[in-house]
Structure formats: structure tokens, C-alpha cells
């Protein structure tokens, strides 16, 4: 399986600012996806980012609020822009792994907003 | 539209004492189910995937089935690090791989 990190794994931001997650992956992956996980909530996907095209969003996202970058094959980065207290969740990526349609998450980062 | 159900939403257990988790589901042409285990402040962690009516795999305590509506994590016998909160998830043949969760059952077993 893929080791993935995230950074920053916690941040606490006020509204109206913004913040960038980057996920990082120790081998090259063609899909990567971002996934919000609110308290008590399942795991929704934000988008799907694919390396070289643009990310393709889930109804209820857009991407001036969640403008994503997937510069190469081991890298992307979310951002969570003009950011409200609604915006406090847990914001994961994950990977495919190689030949399966089995996916890995990274570590997560915890975001607060006051 | 997809979706995934889990229950109970929380599971209080004896140590030793089997039990199993339900994770009903309704896709529109199954590609894969998955379960992911995930403790608190962490990111899930892949335990199996199934992908058609009476497949089972099993790691350890834990054993998954599968039929054509619903989905059972097993527990056999369960220990106190056992205790997390268990995730089902479903992808869907015309997705571009992306997974549809249910909202996870929280186990505690208890020593």
C-alpha cells in the first residue's frame, strides 16, 4: 500500500482566511481524491484530481471554495478558501493502489475555524 | 442514487464476546465494497474488499461477507484494541473510483 502524509495535521484558522493541505504520496498514483469527514458525518467527497486535467468537483462543491492543484503523479494540495466555522471538519486524501480499485487515506487534517 | 447504511451505530462489547456489524447497501451496479477501520484522530485504514455475493475474507478476528443488499464484519472473539469505529464504504461501476460511505459503527470492547 501507499504511504501517504498530509500537512499541516491540525490547524486552528479564523473566518474568512484561508488554508492549504497538501497531500504527499511515496510512490506515483494517477487519482487522487479529497474526502471531508464533519462530526458524526460519513466521508463525502469533495474532488477527484487527476494529474495534467482540471479536478472535477462533487455536486456541492466548487472549486473557488476548494480550488485544488496536482502538479505531478506524488503530489496535490487542497485549499479551503474564505473559510467559515461550517468549514470545521477533518479533510482526507486518499489514493488508489496499484492494479486495485482499493484506496489508501493519508492521516487527515483536523481543521477548526473560529 | 448510491448509499450506504451502518448499524448499530455504536457497539458496546465484553472482551470475548463475538459479534457482528451490518452495512446495508444500494448502488447501481456494485464494483467494490470496502471496510476501513479508523481510530480517533487518525485516517482509515483498509482492512478488505469484496466484490461479488458470497465472498469472505478474514484477517485475524475480523471476517467480512458479502451478499447482494448487505455487507457483515464479523468479530470473533474481540480484544480491547479491537475498539475503533468501523467503516463501510461502496464504489459504484460508473464512478471514476471514488467511494459512497456509511457513517461507521463505534466498537468498544470492554476488558
Known amino acids: 500500500s501507499a504511504v501517504i502524509s498530509q500537512k499541516p495535521s491540525r490547524d486552528i484558522c479564523q473566518r474568512g482566511t484561508s488554508l492549504t493541505i497538501q497531500c504527499q504520496v511515496d510512490?506515483?498514483?494517477?487519482?487522487m481524491f479529497w474526502y471531508r469527514q464533519q462530526p458524526g458525518q460519513s466521508l463525502t467527497l469533495i474532488a477527484t484530481?487527476?494529474?495534467?486535467?482540471?479536478?472535477?468537483?462533487e455536486s456541492g462543491f466548487v472549486i473557488d471554495k476548494f480550488p485544488i492543484s496536482r502538479p505531478n503523479l506524488t503530489f496535490s494540495t487542497l485549499t479551503v478558501s474564505n473559510m467559515s466555522p461550517e468549514d470545521s471538519s477533518i479533510y482526507l486524501c486518499?489514493?488508489?493502489?496499484?492494479?486495485?480499485?482499493?484506496?489508501?487515506f493519508g492521516p487527515g487534517t483536523r481543521l477548526t475555524v473560529l | 442514487e448510491d448509499q450506504v447504511t451502518q448499524s448499530p451505530e455504536a457497539l458496546r462489547l465484553q472482551e470475548g464476546e463475538s459479534s457482528s456489524l451490518n452495512c446495508s447497501y444500494t448502488?447501481?451496479?456494485?464494483?467494490?465494497l470496502f471496510w476501513y477501520r479508523q481510530d480517533p484522530g487518525k485516517g482509515p485504514e483498509f482492512l478488505f474488499t469484496?466484490?461479488?455475493a458470497g465472498e469472505e475474507k478474514e484477517k485475524e478476528r475480523l471476517k467480512a461477507t458479502l451478499t447482494k443488499k448487505e455487507s457483515f464484519l464479523h468479530i470473533t472473539a474481540p480484544k480491547p484494541e479491537d475498539s475503533a469505529t468501523y467503516l463501510c464504504?461502496?464504489?459504484?461501476?460508473?464512478?471514476?473510483?471514488?467511494?459512497?460511505f456509511g457513517k461507521g459503527t463505534k466498537l468498544s470492547v470492554k476488558p
Open positions: 486518499s489514493v488508489g493502489g496499484r492494479n486495485t480499485d482499493t484506496q489508501y
Open positions: 510512490s506515483q498514483v494517477t487519482m
Open positions: 484530481a487527476n494529474q495534467g486535467s482540471e479536478a472535477t468537483y
Open positions: 448502488v447501481s451496479g456494485l464494483r467494490g
Open positions: 469484496l466484490y461479488s
Open positions: 464504504a461502496v464504489q459504484g461501476r460508473g464512478s471514476q473510483g471514488n467511494l459512497i
